[in-house]
């Protein structure tokens, strides 16, 4: 039988090898950091300067970092009724999307979740018949 033996470093979990070692920002990377914020109002007017000359990329740079990404975002859609049944309510979904009243992304979403309600009552069904087959064995 094999016995793991146990590194034992000297280290602590957790705990720094040299708590009073380097400070941050002291290296050559915060050297350059702390140089690029002291000319970072002059290299922003170059910028903005270049972006108005037509320069695309000066204006795509300022743009990316000034103005957040939009992501785009589902609209609302209500479809079927709570009685109906998950397969009439995929003919509904598909039958509006092929209508062009709802688009490829929210047809896609809304069969997925379709999907996952029939996965959750299928679960529910098995759960339910798994108990009464237990209570039939006793």
Excluded: H, W
């Excluded at 990377?29 to 990329?57: C, F, H, T």
Aim: aromatic content about 2%; overall charge positive; hydrophobic content about 35%.
């Amino acid at each position: 039988m094999l016995i793991k033996q146990q590194k034992n470093n000297g280290f602590q979990k957790g705990k720094s090898g040299n708590p009073s070692g380097r400070p941050k920002g002291s290296g050559k990377v915060g050297e350059l950091r702390s140089q690029i914020g002291e000319a970072l109002p002059e290299i922003i007017d170059v910028l903005i300067q270049a972006a108005k000359n037509g320069d695309i990329q000066a204006s795509r740079l300022l743009v990316d970092k000034v103005i957040p990404g939009v992501k785009p975002q589902l609209e609302p859609v209500l479809a079927g009724s709570e009685g109906d049944s998950i397969s009439r309510y995929a003919d509904s979904v598909m039958r509006s999307l092929m209508r062009g009243e709802i688009s490829p992304d929210c047809a896609n979403a809304m069969l997925n979740t379709a999907s996952n309600c029939l996965a959750i009552q299928e679960y529910a069904s098995l759960e339910g018949r798994i108990a009464t087959l237990e209570k039939m064995a006793r």
